[in-house]
Structure formats: C-alpha cells, structure tokens
C-alpha cells in the first residue's frame, strides 16, 4: 500500500474541508460563484450519498462493466460509484458528473470542496 492511498481518508479532515452540492442541467459551465448550495455535506461519505441519489433518479444507460453491460441505475453500479466518489472526497477533492436525465437533456451534480475560513456562507 502506498503512503497517499494510507492517507486518504483523512486529508479531507486535516484540511477543514467540507462539500457544497449544487444540482444543474445541461452543460458542465454552471456558475456556482455566488449561489448558495442546495446542499451543504459534512463528510465524504455525505458526498457519495447525495451523488448516489441523484444519479438513482437518472435515466438507466448501459455500460460495459468487465465482461458484462450492467445499468447505469442498477445497485451494482451504483455501489461501484458511491466507492469511487467516497475514495474522491477523502482526498478532499471536488467532483462533477453528469449523465442523461430523465425525459431528455443532463442532470449535472457538482459537489465543491471547501475549506472552512474561504467559505462564503454562514453554516
């Protein structure tokens, strides 16, 4: 195991951080400067769970997975996600992801890290 991947689930602490959540459609170039969160979450596994239900509500995709096609709204895939997104926010990192939604167009969900003394907002 490497030194970085042993750190991992507490570089998001030693650094103050905790996430902003926003919900868009369409592009990926949604403004979030001056917007006040929809969400506000306090740990990384906060930030897997909002990103997992927002994707729950998405339109189902296949994707290859291995040897197989799963859905992209399968329990399978979904915990294969939540892992993924988890592992992200420990490092405190910010993560974007989009995929289509349902009856047409994107659900874009954006989740900002921040740290405590440069956020804009009283919470």
Known sequence: MRFEDMLAGTEWEERGLH???YLGAGSLCLDR???PPREVLR???QVA????DRAAEGEPQLV???ERWIRTTDTEFLDIAWFRDLR???RGDSIICSWPAVGGGRTTVYVDAVAADQCPFDH
Do not use: T
């Open 33 to 35: 400067s001056d917007l």
């Open 64 to 66: 290859r997975f291995g």
């Open 88 to 90: 992200v926010a420990e």
């Open 19 to 21: 996430w902003h959540a």
């Open 43 to 45: 740990s990384p596994e």
């Open 49 to 52: 769970e909002w990103i997992r």
